[in-house]
């Protein structure tokens, strides 16, 4: 048991040497106040040779290799969420496919900080990697020289930092690079004052007509890409020292199998279990409970699932056709989810309507019976007890069978949806409908692209997005935008009366224009210009007057204009 510990310690980058296992030992022979032959309770050096004599299998004297704090503390869920930022970030910038713009700096000296030494550890047979030994840097002085490159190979002229005193017989930078520049600190430290010079450095020496430039510093891992599997999980395995949890595990190891105490992940080990300890003749068959106690190894938190995101899927070049389209189709996913659910609530709004309808007297059947009532006195003006006639409305012709025209409207929350409606000829008419699952418009009334069934099979693969790379058959049946707060209201009353109203784009998306509210107003935003076409076979007369009575209380009426032809 004890020497599971030992080499579990030692392979966490805090290996004990044979005055720390002689250590341990007495503090366990102290605390279960055992009587032993040794003075003090301290066993002799006879007794660690002993020790490592019948464990020669496992634990043998080996040479630490550096391995800094800060580094050891590194775990593949902290690696990989980096890498997860930075390809973002590069991918934001437009930089994935410019490698020149990509620069990695790191400063290195003469000096290693504290000198590794010899512990006690497993032996080669069982581990035959490097034993860490983790350092915590030096206050000697030190030559410290700052080294950048960039992704594509080419290297800056180094900058150096000498310690003082300055020298007055010869030049440091003899033999040096050409522009290359050296600073003093008092120990050879690069401080807050030198990497200023260095950052100017840097500046003065990178193309300022390739801008702009990344500057990645101490970043230990390198530039992109990286392959994490690559990456020996043994050498990772000194994080396992740090942010200690609140539970213990047991080691999951036996003194049957060569390699135990390798098995243990940095978010696995932290108690030697009893069953690792092998019984000898002198030995009871039953573990301390002090010596599992003073054997206990640090845990790690556990970490938390990464929850999965989209950039988790793509491939490194995020700049690919293929990348962007697949961005694109999964960005569609709250527009499926939309229609899945207006299509619910549709479904239940119509059954509600018709079961109070059915149950209605003939004398009520003209009255509106539902909960979400066909008109409203807070939003629209209030109407003659008679609608004025054709003349007074100064609608000519006879026909019932008309379209009434409003022209120069527009279709907003392109933000939410980011849907290009199909621009073919003649135009697509888009459907306008009741949305049935706003809570804060009742009266709201949302664009939809039409069903895929509704175009000919050879549109079906049109191209609606040329730089998401969407098709037709990739957006149909889906909502797309919203009709104007301002005809929200009309629109409801249109529809309930049985009418169909349709939309017919007339430009691309683009910032919202005047008269309507500002770009960051509320109100404002990304908006398609479009007609609204309402097709009627009667009471020609009365719908023109609900169009005509809602655009008289919005602020852009200045802007639209009605115009009706007759069929």
């Known amino acids: 048991m004890i020497a599971n510990y030992v080499s579990e310690m030692a392979l966490r980058g805090m290996g004990l040497g044979p005055s720390d ?27 660690y040779y002993g020790f490592m004599g019948r464990h020669f299998n496992k634990l043998e004297k080996r040479k630490e290799t550096l391995l800094e704090a800060s580094r050891s503390k590194v775990t593949p869920q902290a690696m990989d969420n980096w890498f997860d930022k930075y390809r973002k970030f590069l991918s934001d910038r437009d930089m994935l496919d410019k490698p020149e713009r990509i620069w990695n700096a790191d400063e290195t000296s003469f000096t290693m900080g504290s000198k590794a030494g010899n512990v006690i550890g497993p032996s080669k047979t069982v581990y035959s990697e490097d034993i860490p030994h983790v350092s915590g840097g030096s206050s000697k002085q030190r030559l410290t020289v700052m080294y950048c490159v960039n992704a594509e190979g080419n290297m800056l002229p ?17 033999g040096a690079a050409k522009g290359s520049r050296f600073e003093y600190t008092p120990k050879g430290w690069m401080d807050a004052t030198t990497f ?72 696995q080990s932290s108690t030697v279990s009893p069953n690792t300890l092998k019984s000898t003749p002198d030995q009871s068959s039953t573990v301390s409970p002090l010596l599992v106690e003073i054997l206990k190894l640090p845990q790690a938190k556990t970490q938390k699932p990464k929850p999965k995101r989209l950039i988790d899927s793509l491939p490194y070049s995020l700049t690919s056709s293929d990348s962007i389209r697949k961005m694109a189709l999964d960005k569609l996913n709250f527009a499926r989810n939309k229609a899945k659910k207006e299509k619910t609530a549709k479904e239940r709004y119509l059954k509600k309507r018709e079961k109070e309808l059915s149950k209605s007297s003939s004398s009520e059947a003209a009255k509106p019976s539902i909960s979400r009532k066909c008109v409203s006195t807070k939003r629209s003006k209030a109407r003659p007890s008679s609608a004025p006639s054709k003349k ?28 290009r409606p199909p621009m073919t ?37 049109m191209v609606t997005d040329m730089k998401r790379y ?82 008289s209380d919005m602020p852009e009426r200045d802007a639209m204009a009605v115009e009706i032809i007759y069929l």
């Open 470 to 551: 969407l098709k037709l058959s990739d957006v149909a049946g889906l909502p797309m935008g919203h009709a104007p707060r301002g005809l929200s209201l009309a629109f409801r009353n249109i529809i309930e009366k049985g009418y169909k109203i349709y939309s017919i784009p007339t430009g691309e998306p683009g910032p919202i224009f005047p008269p309507w509210p500002p770009q960051h107003a509320k109100g404002g935003g990304i908006v398609i210009p479009c007609d609204y076409i309402i097709k009627v076979n009667r009471d020609v007369v009365e719908v023109n007057e609900i169009i005509r009575s809602a655009l």
């Open 392 to 419: 007074e409305c100064g609608i000519k012709g006879t026909s019932e069978n008309a379209e009434i025209i409003i022209k120069n409207s527009v279709i907003k929350g392109y933000h939410a949806y980011e849907i």
């Open 196 to 267: 200023s010079k260095f950052i100017d450095h840097f500046d003065a020496n990178v193309d300022k007509t390739n801008r702009p430039t990344l500057l990645l510093l101490d970043s230990g891992s390198g530039i992109y890409p990286v392959n994490r599997e690559a990456i020996s999980q043994n050498r990772l395995k000194p994080s396992a020292t740090f942010d200690l949890g609140n539970e213990d595990k047991e080691l999951d190891a036996s003194e049957n199998e060569n390699n135990s105490t390798l098995k243990s992940t940095p978010d």
């Open 425 to 461: 000829n003649p135009p697509t008419r888009l459907i306008v409908d009741l949305e049935y699952t706003n809570i804060h418009d009742e009266h709201a009334s949302l664009i939809w692209v039409p069903e895929l069934s509704s175009f000919n099979d050879h549109m079906h693969c």
């Open 21 to 47: 296992i002689i250590d341990l030992v007495q503090e366990f022979l102290k605390k279960e106040k055992r009587k032993t032959p040794f003075k003090d309770n301290r066993p002799s050096y006879t007794w």
């Open 158 to 174: 180094p900058f150096f930092v000498y310690p003082e005193p300055k020298p007055t017989a010869y030049d440091p930078l003899i």
